[in-house]
């Protein structure tokens, strides 16, 4: 089974809002990284956070760990119409840099 | 500039036919992947190159080959596609350090008739 699961599945907010988003995975990890995936396009790496990390930020976008919960979520504060997309998470176990991608969020921003 | 470069971006192929994606990359980067992704669904790791060192995932069908000729390029061929298999192939690179995130190409997404 897929390592990471995100919840919502899909997101619609209005252009100036926050967007919270959530991944769960099941085994230990090396560290947890973000990406975005325009329609049809490939992926785009946002942020990574290693597992002795907390929290990071990255312009507009919070990323949080939780180890102990195996969870990580991704806020992209004042979003815009350009931020529509599908968001991932990603998880790496180490040992090959290997990652396991979760089902993904698609977001939406709207005028 | 573009690092990571798929071709084609859309590839149309008939039931059975052998088809050949191809990906090249400008920074010379040790790690090289393909995932497959279906629509709507997580991206697949089925293989990657550590250098020349071929990786295969175990649940990667007999059917999908790879090969790395050289650093800069690496080629996903599919003997015998079926329908299943239509989907975007992306192809990505990495350092091979921990801790650096991929970076992909845009992507090739195949259709099979």
């Known amino acids: 089974s897929q390592q990471g699961e995100e919840d919502p599945q899909a997101l619609s907010i209005q252009e100036g809002e926050n967007a919270t988003m959530n991944c769960s995975y099941k085994?230990?990890?090396?560290?947890l990284q973000w990406y975005r995936q325009n329609s049809g396009r490939g992926l785009v790496h946002l942020i990574l956070?290693?597992?002795?990390?907390r929290e990071k930020h990255s312009g507009r976008l919070r990323v949080t760990l939780d180890t102990s919960k195996k969870s990580s979520s991704l806020l992209i504060t004042a979003s815009r119409a350009a931020d529509t997309a599908s968001y991932f998470c990603?998880?790496?176990?180490?040992?090959?840099?290997?990652?396991?991608f979760g089902t993904g969020t698609q977001l939406k921003v709207e005028l | 500039d573009a690092m990571v470069i798929q071709n084609p971006r859309y590839q149309v192929t008939q039931f059975g036919k052998p088809v050949t994606l191809s990906c090249s990359q400008t920074?010379?980067?040790?790690?090289m992947y393909w995932y497959q992704q279906k629509s709507s669904q997580a991206p697949k790791l089925l293989f990657h190159?550590?250098?020349?060192?071929?990786?295969n995932e175990a649940d990667t069908p007999d059917n999908f080959q790879s090969r790395r000729p050289n650093t800069s390029f690496c080629f996903l061929d599919i003997r015998s596609p079926g329908l299943g298999d239509a989907a975007m192939y992306l192809c990505?690179?990495?350092?091979?350090?921990?801790?650096?995130?991929?970076?992909f190409g845009s992507g090739t997404r195949l259709t099979v008739v």
């Open positions: 990603a998880t790496d176990k180490g040992g090959g840099n290997k990652l396991t």
């Open positions: 085994t230990s990890i090396n560290n």
């Open positions: 956070i290693r597992s002795n990390e």
């Open positions: 920074l010379n980067h040790n790690v």
């Open positions: 190159y550590y250098d020349k060192d071929f990786n």
């Open positions: 990505a690179i990495t350092t091979g350090g921990a801790n650096y995130g991929y970076t």
